[in-house]
């Protein structure tokens, strides 16, 4: 659901549009580990919807 998500939100940006997919992928890539990663050492507190509200708000920051 999380890549889903993130794959979607990409795509529809308009701002992401002229970059090469394969370094959008990785990126992206990349920062979900590291939501991943805060979300383990927070103990899983947050549901997986909610993890997707934050990746959803960091994304819009860009």
Known sequence: MLFDEIRS???????TAHLEES??????????IGLIIEW?????????????IHLVNILKLY
């Open 40 to 52: 383990y050492r927070r103990d899983f507190q947050e549901s997986a919807d909610e993890m997707n």
């Open 9 to 15: 939100i990409l795509l529809d940006d308009k701002y």
């Open 23 to 32: 370094y959008l992928y990785s990126y992206s890539s990349n920062a979900i």
